[in-house]
């Protein structure tokens, strides 16, 4: 729509991961911690999941391809809480167009009679250009790649299972659903695994001539998700904040004329931003900010 191709673009953080690894949990404790919008691929309402259902049971290239118009339904809906809200916003997101591309080529199969099917892919011969980012897809502001040992992995999902028995709901490894019979969350073995994140890591921008277009190399942050919940939390909320502020404080420091209103006036650049938050009023009041419980103060 013309209302969201001129919003104020989102700040998106993507969370990456096999199942298993805790993507799902990092997604609710970071949107929680910083106030953000959670959101999934493709994305998740009673319309969505009804059709959904419909294409990962046809499976194959059926599903693929409904995977990776949520890509973009998801790009839409981001930009359109952008342009409502009048500013950016961040949003935490659990898989986009990196898993798409990732499971897709990684799932190469070529049937075998004797012992697991193997891919007749070589991930690492591969063109980068099988991996590059679709150039009418925004690229995400930060990736987070959660990487696991496959026996804590495999512990994960065991327990996982164990607690929802009883749910109809068939649980689906791959992304998107294909040769469920086949193989299950906690039988995968490590080798497919092993290619799944290859995948991921080789998943790359390409860069633009135009400067402005915010396209470059990938940010991408590997987190060691093999640690308690708390501490994979810890580890990736240093990896946002360091984005985020260059992201949301950058722009206003060193925009306008001469190098910058802000440039040698931090005080200045603090008081705007508490004023676009709403944080305190006009005048420099604070006010309470409900979200982090904090009382915000100038001088």
């Not at 919003?7 to 998106?12: D, T």
């Not at 799902?24 to 910083?34: G, K």
């Not at 099988?130 to 026996?151: G, I, K, M, T, Y």
């Not at 992201?247 to 676009?276: K, N, V, Y």
Request: overall charge positive.
């Amino acid at each position: 729509s013309s209302s969201s191709s001129s919003a104020p673009p989102p700040f998106v953080v993507v969370v990456e991961g096999l199942d298993g690894s805790g993507r799902s949990t990092l997604v609710r404790t970071l949107a929680r911690r910083l106030s953000y919008r959670a959101g999934s691929t493709p994305p998740a309402s009673s319309v969505s999941t009804a059709v959904r259902a419909v294409f990962d049971k046809r499976g194959g290239l059926v599903a693929r391809a409904y995977h990776a118009v949520g890509n973009y339904v998801l790009q839409h809906d981001m930009a359109d809480e952008c342009a409502r809200a009048g500013r950016s916003l961040g949003f935490v997101v659990d898989r986009y167009w990196t898993a798409t591309c990732a499971y897709s080529v990684a799932r190469a199969w070529e049937n075998t009679d004797d012992g697991p099917p193997q891919s007749s892919v070589d991930i690492d011969g591969l063109s980068s250009s099988v991996f590059a980012w679709p150039r009418d897809l925004n690229p995400p502001n930060l990736v987070l790649l959660l990487e696991v040992d496959h026996a804590v992995r495999k512990r994960r999902v065991a327990a996982s299972s164990t607690s929802s028995r009883g749910n109809s709901a068939t649980p689906n490894y791959f992304h998107p659903g294909e040769d469920e019979d086949r193989l299950s969350m906690s039988t995968v073995p490590p080798h497919l695994a092993e290619r799944i994140m290859a995948a991921y890591k080789r998943i790359h921008v390409v860069a633009v001539p135009d400067p402005t277009s915010g396209r470059g190399p990938l940010d991408v942050a590997l987190v060691d998700a093999n640690p308690d919940p708390e501490a994979v939390a810890r580890s990736a909320l240093a990896a946002v904040s360091e984005r985020a502020g260059k992201f949301f404080f950058e722009p206003l420091a060193f925009a306008g004329g001469g190098g910058g209103a802000f440039r040698s006036d931090p005080l200045g650049l603090f008081l705007h931003t508490a004023r676009e938050l709403n944080l305190c009023t006009a005048r420099g009041r604070r006010v309470r900010h409900a979200p982090w419980g904090v009382q915000i103060a100038v001088p």
